[in-house]
């Protein structure tokens, strides 16, 4: 229902506030997108289509370790919101380390199975697939970072730290460009698994950290 006197309240536009929020979040979200996929599009020019195709298959396993990340993102959001702006500071640390113990516990059996017995999750992509389960244990150390770490993202953003986000996330994805630069041409589809594993453990371990200190 309506609050009563909704109807007559005076209207108050906070347009330029938005639009600062809005353009941080979205560069954080395009510099985000680059490091998500400019290893595929780098390995591909540089190592060939092959090679795409196995890494592709080795991201797409290890996507499955984050799995449980994103449902406690859904949940976290609001609790953490609720506790910064309502001055809960040892609430706020309670719900974002609990959220991240909670994800990790839950990345765990997918991470052990994928550790353990690469290749009885690779063959469902073919037996062409088969013989890269070292490949897809690097890919899953780094996506175990990023659910070990939790909400970290969406703590940043409800807390209105959305330029450091951006900006931590910017200085990550220019040092994976550089850096596949020089290692994808030596080591191809591993030297790139390598990079984005430590470049994702990287991010999400100085989010965590910038978090924690909001």
């Known amino acids: 229902a309506r609050p ?15 639009g600062r929020v809005a353009i941080g979040i979205a560069l954080g979200e395009v510099a985000r997108a680059t490091l998500a996929r400019s290893d595929t599009m780098m390995l591909g020019a540089i190592s060939g289509m092959q090679d795409v195709a196995v890494y592709g298959a080795a991201r797409r396993v290890g996507m499955l ?12 959001g609001p609790l953490l919101a ?21 994800s990790m516990l839950g990345a765990l059996p997918a991470f052990t199975r994928v550790m ?8 469902l992509f073919g037996p062409e697939f088969r ?3 070292s490949l897809v244990r690097v890919v899953a150390l780094g996506q175990f970072a990023n659910a070990a770490t939790g909400p970290v993202v969406m703590a940043l953003l409800m807390t209105g730290r959305q330029r450091r986000y951006s900006l931590s996330v910017v200085v ?12 994808i041409p030596v080591w191809g589809l591993y030297g790139a698994a390598w990079i984005a ?3 994702t453990a990287s991010l999400n371990c ?9």
């Open 4 to 18: 009563d006197g909704a109807a007559d309240s005076a209207r108050a536009y906070r347009t330029g506030e938005w």
């Open 65 to 76: 370790i984050t799995f449980t990340l994103n449902a406690v993102n859904a949940i976290a």
């Open 82 to 102: 609720s506790a910064y702006h309502g001055g809960r500071s040892a609430e706020f640390r309670r719900v974002l380390r609990k959220s991240a113990l909670w």
């Open 116 to 123: 353990v017995a690469p290749e009885s999750v690779l063959w």
């Open 131 to 133: 013989g890269h389960g």
């Open 172 to 183: 990550v994805a220019v040092a994976n460009l550089a850096a596949n630069a020089f290692i």
């Open 197 to 199: 594993a430590g470049c």
């Open 206 to 214: 100085w989010l965590f950290v910038q978090a924690r200190r909001a």
